[in-house]
């Protein structure tokens, strides 16, 4: 287990929260800890002064406004997620956009092909097939389909098989690049916490 930062001398665990999370075929775990901090001495705070900062979104020139900042001596300041980090997570969005669109046509060519080829397994497993929404669902029956193949098949079954393996790159880019552009954004805001810390003693929300 990676500890990230140590527990504090004489903290005592209270509990313990176990997390599992599927990023695309990757698992990942995490632990968080609660603890009683009651015997624990209290750090001094490397700040002095007191600073306020009122949290609210709003769309900017520059990127994503996440609040406002004040010191008690009218400095100023604001949180600001920048367009790089912002196109990091919406890349995400365009990815899975791109996804649907190429599930839709390959299920409208499987729709128009199931019209001229009747009575046999995949016709019936796909009576509903107009319906189907999940990606996941048209995937697993192209696993199927691999073992149990139909005369006269060749060429629907290879256009199928060719949208199943590009999709399943596509999948695995989109869950990285969330997971990598979350992570970069939960450390800017990590950081930026850090800094005020720094700089001062009391924060007021």
């Known amino acids: 287990m990676i500890m990230h930062?140590?527990?504090?001398?004489?903290a005592i665990?209270?509990?313990v929260i176990v997390h599992k999370r599927q990023h695309g075929k990757r698992v990942e775990w995490k632990a968080d800890f609660v603890l009683d901090m009651t015997a624990v001495k209290e750090v001094?705070?490397?700040g002095n002064g007191?600073?306020?900062?009122d949290i609210g979104w709003r769309q900017?020139?520059?990127g994503i406004r996440l609040g406002k900042w004040r010191d008690e001596k009218s400095a100023t300041g604001e949180l600001l997620l920048s367009n790089e980090i912002v196109s990091g997570i919406t890349k995400c969005d365009e990815l899975k956009s791109l996804r649907d669109k190429e599930f839709n046509e390959a299920r409208s060519k499987l729709i128009e092909w199931r019209k001229l080829n009747t009575n046999n397994w995949l016709s019936e497993a796909t009576s509903t097939l107009?319906?189907?929404r999940s990606i996941g669902r048209l995937a697993a029956l192209i696993k199927r389909w691999k073992i149990t193949r139909i005369v006269g098949d060749n060429d629907i079954y290879a256009t199928m098989e060719k949208w199943r393996y590009h999709d399943f790159h596509l999948w695995q880019w989109?869950?990285?690049?969330?997971?990598?552009a979350l992570r970069r954004r939960q450390e800017f805001c990590r950081c930026f916490a850090a800094q005020l810390a720094k700089q001062y003693h009391t924060l007021g929300l």
């Open 5 to 10: 930062r140590p527990l504090p001398e004489n």
């Open 13 to 15: 665990i209270k509990r």
């Open 44 to 46: 001094p705070s490397t």
């Open 50 to 53: 007191i600073v306020v900062l």
């Open 60 to 62: 900017m020139k520059d």
């Open 130 to 132: 107009h319906s189907w």
């Open 174 to 180: 989109e869950c990285n690049q969330r997971r990598s």
